[in-house]
């Protein structure tokens, strides 16, 4: 890859539809991680776009209870990016409809996810061997509705089968309005590394906003790939679990060249207590508590190297004990001796 350089803060910006980005960094939708909480504060820490974890096309599906929390998406800042999963173009069209009633303002179609059970159902990434299912489908969904759509894709099924250049064509000609592509194939899962020649090639033939995934985890990788593929920004999935600092130190990097300072144990302390508060306040005690076990725990992942912090965390059932362990994470006299420290 070529040298890290920052990007080249005159380029313009990339736009969806009507929507004209404030930088270039955004965050991946990841079902079970990307929740409300979770992008506001990706959001308030200097990402450019957020997009919500996936929502099943079945309608049928939509009075559970995690679906029914998906789709709230009203009261969220502009622009709302909501990702629909499914393989029939008819219901892909309706559920468009359905979440832009509800206040979506762009729709991001899941065609990257390797996951079992979007696969099973012929949805996410599988949808990549069926050419012209992926074109019946972008067709159908840009029809539905009024707000720009954009698409997620891997580079392809298998090595053998990388098709992700044939598929950016037809979804520019589809009319969606910007394309996200993870380096890997379906078959790869996450293993290896992804690559980023095939998203340089893709960004060549399209003139559609291309945004850059996989194992985006600094600026100064975000820095050298846009260089690489010429992408439009970056976009960052796993690099930011209990990281959200993560967006504010690419954004900064890429307009000035410089590293942003990393976030104070104050700071770290600050972030974790308003997340855990979100937590709660969105889910209720019960489930709030432990959807926060995963989201501190990645928090912790770094900085305690020998999970004692962790494993104490997972065992607290109450929010009180949860807040009174952050607050004695970083005050106990133990904290900085068990490696509590800024990563
Ligand atoms: C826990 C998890 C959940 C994910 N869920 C989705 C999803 O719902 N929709 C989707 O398009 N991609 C999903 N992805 C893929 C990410 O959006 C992203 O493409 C992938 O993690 C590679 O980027 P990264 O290396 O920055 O993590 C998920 C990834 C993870 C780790």
Not at 86 to 112: K, S, T
Not at 164 to 179: K, P, Q
Not at 184 to 201: C, K, L, P, V
């Amino acid at each position: 890859m070529r040298e890290a350089v920052s990007a080249q803060p005159e380029r313009e910006l990339p736009r969806i539809g009507c929507h004209t980005l404030p930088n270039r960094v955004i965050l991946a939708p990841m079902a079970g991680v990307t929740d409300r909480p979770f992008r506001q504060l990706c959001r308030e820490l200097g990402a450019g776009l957020v997009v919500s974890e996936m929502v099943t096309s079945d309608s049928r599906l939509w009075h559970t209870r995690k679906s029914r929390q998906r789709l709230i998406h009203r009261g969220e800042p502009g622009p709302r990016s909501v990702q629909i999963a499914g393989g029939d173009p008819q219901m892909l069209a309706e559920a468009a409809r359905m979440n832009a009633a509800a206040g979506a303002e762009i729709i991001d179609i899941n065609m990257g996810c390797p996951a079992k059970k979007v696969c099973n159902k012929a949805a996410g990434s599988a949808l990549l061997r069926d050419e012209r299912l992926v074109d019946d489908i972008l067709t159908a969904v840009v029809a539905a509705v009024e707000i720009p759509v954009t698409l997620k894709i891997r580079t392809g099924w298998c090595e053998q089968t990388r098709n992700a250049l044939r598929v950016a064509r037809l979804a520019e000609n589809a009319g969606i309005a910007a394309l996200a592509v993870h380096g890997r194939t379906r078959e790869q899962r996450y293993s290896g590394s992804a690559e980023y020649d095939t998203i340089a090639a893709i960004k060549q033939q399209v003139s559609i906003p291309v945004f850059a995934n996989g194992d985006i985890t600094t600026p100064q990788r975000a820095a050298e790939v846009l260089a690489h593929t010429g992408a439009d920004a970056v976009m960052i999935g796993r690099g930011a679990q209990g990281n959200p600092w993560l967006f504010r130190e690419i954004e900064h990097y890429l307009r000035t060249g410089r590293e942003h300072p990393a976030p104070s144990l104050e700071e770290i302390e600050d972030t974790m207590r308003r997340h855990l508060t979100a937590l709660h306040a969105h889910y209720g005690d019960y489930l709030g508590v432990r959807v926060a076990r995963k989201h501190i725990g990645w928090y912790l992942a770094s900085r305690d190297p020998r999970r004692e912090h962790r494993a104490r965390f997972n065992r607290l059932e109450q929010s009180a004990e949860q807040f009174a362990f952050l607050h004695e994470l970083f005050r106990g006299d133990t904290a900085i001796d068990n490696g509590i420290h800024a990563a």
